[in-house]
């Protein structure tokens, strides 16, 4: 049985609504009908005072950390168990420097001790990564910001629907960013949103002009001025509105797919909890105070070498299965912006050992049962 590692879910929404743009002929760019529709249910499910659309996760961490206005020399502390876009987003601003952390051996998140032991003079901003939708603790993260006066973003690419004491990721620091990529829990096959998590109208006026070309176009649609010209240097930040439409389709049946994703993976957590201890596995470990949204189901190995051998052996079996990142301090770029490869150890041993099984919204008890059929037998 050939079992893929990841499969969208589809509402049967998604066409109709493409449909209706096209059909009535709406308007096919960014911000039209869907976009605003879009906007309108992120800011009141998740209490966000304004939503902006991007064109995928990682343009919405550039935009963030564009947002933070630093200036060559500082400094921005970062996990280095992450995707290299949490990274491109500091370096992509001239003279910005990463700092790698270490990450917490139990939630796989970025370790509050680490970036305490990393803060320096130049300092200036924390980007942090909720891994697997599993929150990172924010009591702590946040405290160490406003002692030193740090900005933060959230990367929470892998987090809608999970929380902090019942509070949604991407809504503690300055911003906040999610991916809607295709193998996100919600997914327009490409796309983000940008979380502002402040009223402040001058920030919300440049993050608009930043993503609109360099342009105080959103206030000429809005009517606020007669014209619209260049403002500031900018990009294009802004999905199709058909993207925007196969999105809302997704977003109106979100409680039902976390709902699926969630049996699927306490599935796979009571199946295999009986042999964490003989097989010397390590299950994902929940704090008490989040809530997460089933994003990944991962099992950590005793060694890089048995995690590569059950790797190997599922795969022949037809089935997905993946390990995930390369830590960035060791990578070649990550060497060539200071990362020392002999450092993180936590990273580096957790890099090696994680194996990550297929998880999706409608994976079938038959097919997770082969899986867990697989597995044990290798384990």
Known sequence: MKVKFFKPYITGNEIKYIHDI??????????????QKVHAWLEKRYKVPKVLLTTSGTTALEMAV?????????????????FSSTANAILMQNGLKAVF??????????????????????TKALLIVHYAGVACD???????????????????????????KRKQLGTFGDF?????????????????????????????EQAEIIREKGTNRSKFFRGLVDKY???????????????????YAQLEKIDKITSL???AYNYYLQKLSPFAKKAHIQLPIIPKDAKHNAHIFYILLPTAKKRDDVLTSLR????????????LHSSPQGKKSGGDKEALPVTTSISQQLLRLPLFADITRLEQDHIIKELTKLL
């Open 22 to 35: 096209i059909k009535n002929g709406k308007d096919m760019s960014g911000d039209g009908e869907y976009t």
């Open 176 to 204: 906040g960013c999610l991916s809607f990529h295709d193998t996100k829990n919600i997914t327009c096959g490409e796309g983000g949103a940008l979380f502002i998590n402040t009223k402040n109208v001058k920030i919300i």
């Open 138 to 164: 924010m009591d702590a993260i946040m405290k160490i910001a406003r002692e030193h006066k740090l900005k933060v973003v959230e990367d929470a690419a892998q987090a809608i629907e999970s929380t902090y």
């Open 66 to 82: 564009r947002l933070l206005n630093l200036k060559a020399g500082d400094e921005v502390i970062v996990p280095s168990f992450t």
């Open 261 to 263: 994703r969630k049996k």
């Open 316 to 327: 022949k079996a037809g089935i997905g299965a993946s390990f995930h990142y390369i830590p």
């Open 229 to 247: 010209t260049w403002m500031d240097v900018g990009s294009s930040y802004l999905p199709s509105d058909l993207l925007a439409a196969y999105l």
């Open 101 to 122: 952390a270490d990450v917490d051996a139990n939630t796989l998140n970025i370790d509050p001790n680490d970036i305490k032991r990393n803060i320096t003079k130049h």
